[in-house]
């Protein structure tokens, strides 16, 4: 089952990238592009999931639905 967790991303003044998310407390992830911040994002958000779930504790998130509106970032 595919869920969907909201990121926060801005471009800090050093030129790099930042996620941050109010669904998964504690992820945090930063890269040179925003491709790379959220590839990193994903992994974190994983093992944050991972290790949730063998303390017994679990983040509601949103099931993926059939249908949902995704921001498509294009290099200019």
């Known amino acids: 089952m595919e869920q969907i ?3 926060h991303i801005e471009k800090l003044p ?7 998310s ?5 992820l945090v992830a930063q ?3 925003i491709t790379e911040t ?4 994903r992994d974190v958000a994983k093992k944050l ?3 949730q779930a ?7 998130l949103t099931s993926a639905k ?8 294009l290099g200019t």
């Open 5 to 7: 967790a909201n990121l």
């Open 14 to 20: 050093e030129g790099v990238y930042l996620a941050t």
């Open 54 to 60: 063998e303390h017994h504790h679990q983040t509601k």
């Open 38 to 41: 959220l590839e990193i994002a």
């Open 66 to 73: 059939d249908s949902f509106d995704y921001p498509l970032i």
């Open 22 to 26: 109010e669904d998964i407390p504690g």
């Open 49 to 51: 999931l991972e290790a």
């Open 31 to 33: 890269g040179r592009t």
